[in-house]
């Protein structure tokens, strides 16, 4: 059985910064990728940005802005957010690609004010 605990969401102004973190526990075989991805109201989920051993990808919506990273040893994933803008505002949902299966946390709620 594998656990996803999110933190690290909550209330910004905007121009402000978060770090969301993302712990993966369990059995947990042979990640691959591990990403954050985000749902605002009405919308479909959408790709942020995602990690492997070697490379970064961003959405071109956050690039420059927002920082992904990853410590193995921990199976955890970060997400460093600066300079939010409202438009930010959504759930963000951390996931885990292993060789054998997928793996999604709960969600954590990011809000940016204008």
């Known amino acids: 059985q594998v656990h996803m605990v999110e933190s690290g969401g909550g209330l910004v102004q905007a121009g402000g910064s978060l770090r969301l973190s993302c712990a993966a526990s369990?059995?947990?075989?042979?990640?691959?990728?591990m990403g954050w991805y985000r749902q605002a109201p009405g919308k479909q989920r959408e790709l942020v940005a995602t990690i492997t051993r070697s490379s970064t990808n961003y959405a071109d919506s956050v690039k420059g802005r927002f920082t992904i990273s990853r410590d193995n040893a921990k199976n955890t994933v970060y997400l460093q957010m600066n300079s939010l803008k409202p438009e930010d505002t959504a759930v963000y949902y951390c996931?885990?690609?292993?060789?054998?299966?997928?793996?999604w946390g709960q969600g954590t709620q990011v809000t940016v004010s204008s």
């Open positions: 369990g059995s947990i075989f042979s990640i691959n990728v």
């Open positions: 996931a885990v690609f292993s060789i054998t299966s997928n793996y």
